[in-house]
């Protein structure tokens, strides 16, 4: 078998691949259609094992942590037990990914099951992506699976970040409570919005709160969770903590934990970007410029680099001991209330995170740190205790596979596919085998170059196209991404890789027509301009 025949993709034409490139074609969408509501019999989407026909669902979205932080994914910087667990009485993926390593754009991924291009938010910015793309919005009236869930009985709450266009009372979810943008301050008591009226009521009221902000947003959703169990009607919880993010003021009780630990610096902490595109050395996310911390002036430049490193590292694991907690505060009142047996536990990331990595913090940039998440999934009766799985998972996988947990239908219009034949030890003949990435957002603070790209098992081409730069990793050579075999600015491809440099470029082309994805500019390849 080919590489080609292995990753479900036909094998290109060499000789046409860079000429085919920019082509791309629409998809059809077909109108989605449900099963019956919860307690009807249908178990089309179920099985007979687990926790029921229509269980009961936490769904765990996490806020930009790394897998390189979770001690289940082997990381030796500070044990997570509570996630940990999820890990140990359920499925572990290892090769779960975003499609746009950016918070708004990835919210809005899992809640539609479809790319940033068809589902509107394509930037944090409302205002649009960078010159030229067209205005970020999620348009609340288009398909969500909360909203497909509530139509069919379930009873849908949400707590925590949200981030996107719109309310969650708008997009599905019957009670709710968040706070308006991306981060903290996270003592700060004012901000919260909530449909605190009653149930189902989508007006949004001004709320206050005393204390820690993912504490709270904790309390609110196990109180939900009694609420809507008492009803005797399945549930999802929606739970989504974003305390992992700026300013990175863990709680008081946490305040001081590593004041006295020096944390590792990463294999590639002091790179210099001099073997790949201008994009890697253009980016405003070194940790030597993070204005953050306040470090003493009378610092060398690698002495904040490594001064600011520390700062933020200690201040980011202490928020994820919080974070920690409360997973399993959440956990264990499962437990308590009977209901564990009965709900199925899912935990991810809307996207990942540097932590020093090539010197940076942040995320956007289609390197590994940044595109990778976490994935657990606990599912009594069905899922594997301690079980690990390779297959690969992108976030667009989110919405139908929620879907299909709760039995029922996926609307043809989302682009990702249901797990559950993974979760059953099953990897169906057509499964994914490369991924597309497209992240659009260019402009203050990070200034990243908009690009999309294609990784498969050993390789990843990304396309700067706002600036025709080009970059090509081989992943089994150079797993830390340091070095591009695309050089510049000739484009010459390293000897030996030019005919894996034409099959990944129509490669490519094919994903872009798959998702229907047309935005952006199409890939040409002529002299570079000098940027210096």
């Known amino acids: 078998m080919t590489e080609h025949e292995h990753d479900g993709i036909d094998s290109p034409s060499r000789r046409n691949a860079l000429r085919k490139l920019g082509t791309a074609a629409g998809l059809a969408l077909a109108a989605p259609r449900l099963l019956a509501a919860p307690g009807t019999g249908n178990a089309a989407a179920t099985s007979a094992n687990g926790p029921g026909e229509h269980p009961h669902i936490l769904w765990i979205n996490l806020e930009g942590v790394p897998i390189s932080v979770l001690s289940c994914y082997g990381s030796k910087l500070m044990d997570t037990p509570n996630i940990d667990r999820l890990a140990r009485e359920g499925m572990r993926f290892e090769n779960a990914f975003c499609t746009n390593a950016l918070c708004a754009p990835s919210r809005a991924t899992l809640l539609t099951g479809k790319y940033d291009h068809l589902n509107g938010m394509i930037a944090n910015d409302p205002g649009g992506g960078s010159t030229g793309e067209p205005v970020s919005r999620f348009d609340v009236a288009q398909e969500t699976f909360p909203r497909i869930m509530q139509r069919a009985g379930y009873q849908t709450t949400h707590a925590g970040k949200w981030h996107v266009t719109g309310t969650p009372g708008q997009a599905g979810f019957d009670a709710f409570i968040y706070k308006d943008g991306a981060g903290g301050p996270y003592y700060a008591a004012g901000g919260y919005m909530e449909n605190t009226a009653r149930p189902g009521d989508g007006s949004v009221r001004h709320t206050s709160h005393a204390g820690y902000q993912t504490d709270i947003l904790t309390d609110y959703a196990i109180a939900a969770i009694d609420r809507m169990a008492q009803s005797g009607k399945p549930f999802l919880m929606s739970y989504q903590p974003f305390s992992d993010h ?69 201040r980011f694991m202490a928020n994820l001991k919080a974070l920690d907690d409360s997973v399993g505060r959440l956990l264990d009142h499962l437990d308590q209330t009977g209901l564990a047996g009965r ?164 490669r490519l082309r094919q994903l872009r027509t798959r998702y229907a994805d047309n935005s952006g500019i199409a890939p040409q390849i002529y002299p570079l301009p000098d940027y210096d």
């Open 246 to 314: 700026r300013p990175f003021d863990p709680p008081h009780r946490y305040d001081h934990i590593f004041d006295d630990h020096r944390f590792p610096e990463a294999g590639t902490f002091w790179d210099d970007y001099s073997h790949r595109a201008a994009a890697a050395r253009e980016a405003h996310m070194r940790l030597a410029d993070m204005p953050d911390f306040n470090p003493p002036g009378d610092l060398t430049r690698r002495q904040r680099q490594q001064w600011n490193h520390q700062q933020f590292m200690r």
């Open 343 to 506: 709900t199925i536990v899912v935990l991810s990331s809307d996207h990942g995170f540097f932590m020093g990595d090539h010197g940076w913090f942040d995320k956007r940039i289609m390197y590994e740190q940044a595109i990778r998440v976490p994935l657990m999934v606990r599912w009594p009766g069905r899922v594997k205790p301690g079980s690990v799985n390779g297959d690969w998972t992108f976030n667009i996988d989110n919405a139908p596979t929620t879907l299909a947990m709760a039995g029922l239908d996926i609307p043809a219009d989302m682009q990702g596919k249901s797990i559950l034949p993974l979760l059953d030890g099953k990897t169906p003949a057509d499964w994914h085998r490369d991924l597309y990435y497209h992240y659009y957002e260019f402009g203050p603070p990070h200034f990243v170059f908009p690009h999309y790209g294609i990784r498969t098992q050993r390789h990843k081409l990304i396309y700067y196209y706002r600036v025709n730069e080009w970059e090509l990793f081989d992943l089994e050579k150079d797993p830390d991404e340091m070095e591009s075999l695309f050089q510049h600015p000739d484009y010459k491809v390293l000897d030996g890789y030019q005919d894996v440099f034409e099959d990944l470029a129509e």
